[in-house]
């Protein structure tokens, strides 16, 4: 089975322990373009990428945790602070948008699974070219002001911030589930 290890080696590292260096623009335009090349039903495309690095990270901190602040006025510093610095570990953030076309043939999940399996490539590459990476999501994917802010129109939505960078430290591994207690056969 050893054809199977990169998949079983495959984890996330968690974005505060993702520092610099990052990937090359490079090896971002690489990784971009192989992370297409996933299952699309009917060719349409359904999601478009938004970098977000160098001081652009750190701008994004500061409009989210200001945002936090007017959702939540009590918001406890730690959890304001925890908002300012959210983007601001990785040296690379690629956000994964969602842009469906509703009403066509193919369901909008279809649409939605081919833009979440464009994520998971982004993952795989990015350990692939030697880096760390974890997908996140968070209150602010699915905050209207910043999705404004960041120029995400309101019939697209963010699957995912993919954050990119070289581990600090070995990532710690999770417990997975057994496949085998998910399988049944269907018969008949
Ligand atoms: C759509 C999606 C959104 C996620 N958002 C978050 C998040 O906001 N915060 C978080 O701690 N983990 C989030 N995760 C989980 C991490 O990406 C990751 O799965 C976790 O750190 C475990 O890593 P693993 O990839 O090694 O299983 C999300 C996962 C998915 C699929």
Redesign the pocket.
């Known amino acids: 089975m050893k054809d199977l290890d990169f998949l079983r080696r495959?984890?996330?590292?968690?974005s505060r322990l993702l520092g610099e260096p990052g990937p090359t623009p490079q090896q971002v335009d690489a990784l971009l373009a192989e992370s297409v090349r996933v299952p699309d039903h009917g060719k349409l495309t359904p999601w478009r990428f938004l970098r977000i690095q160098g001081e652009a990270r750190h701008a994004l901190g500061e409009l989210v945790a200001a945002r936090g602040l007017e959702r939540d006025p009590m918001s406890p510093a730690a959890a304001v602070e925890k908002d300012r610095r959210r983007f601001s570990h990785a040296p690379v953030v690629l956000t994964v948008v969602a842009r469906l076309t509703p009403g066509h043939k193919v369901p909008e999940q279809e649409q939605l699974l081919s833009g979440?399996a464009v994520?998971?490539a982004l993952?795989q590459g990015a350990q692939a070219l030697g880096f760390g990476a974890?997908?996140?999501?968070?209150w602010p994917?699915y905050d209207a002001v910043v999705k404004a802010r960041l120029g995400i129109g309101t019939d697209e939505s963010v699957?995912?911030?993919i954050h990119i960078g070289t581990a600090g430290v070995e990532?710690p591994?999770?417990l997975?589930p057994d496949a085998r207690d998910l399988l049944t056969d269907w018969a008949p």
């Open positions: 495959r984890r996330s590292v968690p979440g994520c998971f993952l974890q997908w996140l999501t968070g994917a699957l995912g911030f990532a591994e999770r997975r």
